[in-house]
């Protein structure tokens, strides 16, 4: 989102390159295929989604040592993205049975039920 940075995913691994030299600043390994990759809005953390096994691994690009996965366990992951916030992570589950919110800040979670659509249909206010 900064522009500084972008960010691609071959198999398992995630490279972080500078845009205007595309030298790599970061290379991560995920633990399985990457299938989707976001940035926050702060251009701080990136998650990568891994649905086939149900969980998404966020990267700081500027710590990284730091790293956290997120885990649907049995329910599955269908999706996942940032709130505007860039500290938690919206996670929908297999067959809609909820979207999860992770908080990076806190580690808490809170839950929506059933919601209507796995990508759709969820969107937030200009002003938070």
Known sequence: PNGRLVASAVA?????RDV???????LFSCMDA???????HDSQYILCGIFKR???QVWD????EWHCRVDEGPVGLAHARWSP????????ADF????????LLDRSVY????????REGCDFSADG
């Open 96 to 103: 809609k049975l909820r979207i999860t919110i992770w908080s």
């Open 61 to 64: 690009v500027t710590q990284p």
């Open 34 to 40: 990457i299938e989707r990759i976001e940035w926050s």
């Open 111 to 118: 839950y929506i039920r059933f919601p209507k659509f796995a």
């Open 85 to 92: 916030d860039g500290r938690h992570i919206l996670a929908t």
């Open 20 to 26: 205007d030299t595309l030298q790599i600043v970061q």
């Open 54 to 56: 149900g969980f998404v």
């Open 12 to 16: 398992y691994r995630l490279l972080v």
